[in-house]
């Protein structure tokens, strides 16, 4: 008897200490996923807040792209709701107000860290240097088509576009032509991202209504859809397009011959892409 009593208490210690330690690991496991959200949603403030208010560069493209991709993947219900109205309004009208989804961004975060609730108010100092907006707008668009060149020519290598992609651009130049040279733009913007649309179907039950051209080619990255080099691609006519939207009355014949272009390079890579799957 006195060894079956030593076996019970053996057995009880024994089930007390896995149980610890499953409850231990349970709770490392969660403050893991918390830091882990925390971090990313802190990071998707710090970018939309550097982006606000700013002159639309590539630079802040790409930071108000990963920051709504960002919100819309791990911020909560309203975050996402809002970053949803945000990234629409913006795909719309080429410009949307940030104020409400960094309110609610910088009021979750701070009851996360513990901090007491600040007054509904919100200040972003902008620093304007001197300088000629119209020079400087050139110079963007002309540092990100040469980015998206890059990226195209590194991707195609030797490869010759076959002839219906090649006549793409012309296609476009006759949009540009009778209606407008943005609306050239934002056709054959919409035909890669209905294409790239059409490579990630089926691949992820995720819904991808929502997500612009730089969030679909991160899916696709992330799935080994494409490789870098496209993605770097996607993500230069992405910019572009956002830089259009944003001064749509510099927009030339010229631009929009050069955007075309690479639209057209990226609709045939993204075929490959489609026909390799």
């Not at 918390?34 to 550097?50: F, S, V």
């Not at 819309?72 to 709701?81: F, H, I, N, R, V």
């Not at 576009?161 to 050239?184: K, R």
């Amino acid at each position: 008897m006195a060894a079956i009593a030593l076996y019970v208490g053996w057995a009880i210690t024994v089930a007390i200490a896995l149980g610890g330690w499953l409850v231990t690991q349970a709770q490392a496991r969660h403050a893991t996923r918390r830091n882990m959200r925390i971090n990313y949603l802190l990071d998707a403030y710090r970018r939309l807040d550097r982006a606000s208010n700013r002159p639309l560069t590539a630079s802040t493209a790409q930071d108000i792209e990963a920051a709504v991709s960002d919100m819309m993947l791990l911020g909560t219900s309203t975050q996402a709701k809002l970053a949803d109205q945000f990234a629409r309004t913006f795909s719309a009208d080429g410009a949307a107000e940030a104020m409400p989804l960094l309110m609610d961004l910088r009021d979750s975060l701070r009851r996360e860290a513990g901090l007491e609730q600040l007054p509904p108010t919100y200040s972003s100092l902008r620093i304007t240097v001197h300088g000629d907006s119209v020079a400087d707008h050139a110079r963007i668009w002309r540092e990100t088509s040469q980015s998206t060149r890059k990226s195209v020519d590194s991707e195609l290598a030797s490869q010759r576009i076959p002839a219906d992609y090649a006549a793409f651009p012309a296609e476009m130049a006759q949009l540009a032509e009778t209606a407008s040279p943005m609306a050239a733009i934002a056709d054959s913007y919409q035909q890669v991202e209905h294409a790239l649309r059409e490579l990630l179907g089926g691949t992820t039950t995720e819904d991808l209504s929502t997500l612009n051209l730089a969030q679909l080619a991160n899916r696709a990255l992330q799935l080994k859809l494409i490789d870098a080099k496209l993605a770097d691609t996607l993500n230069g006519l992405s910019a572009m397009r956002l830089l259009a939207a944003i001064d749509q009355d510099r927009i030339d014949r010229t631009r929009a011959t050069e955007f075309t272009g690479y639209a057209a390079a990226a609709l045939y890579l993204l075929d490959i892409a489609s026909r390799r799957r």
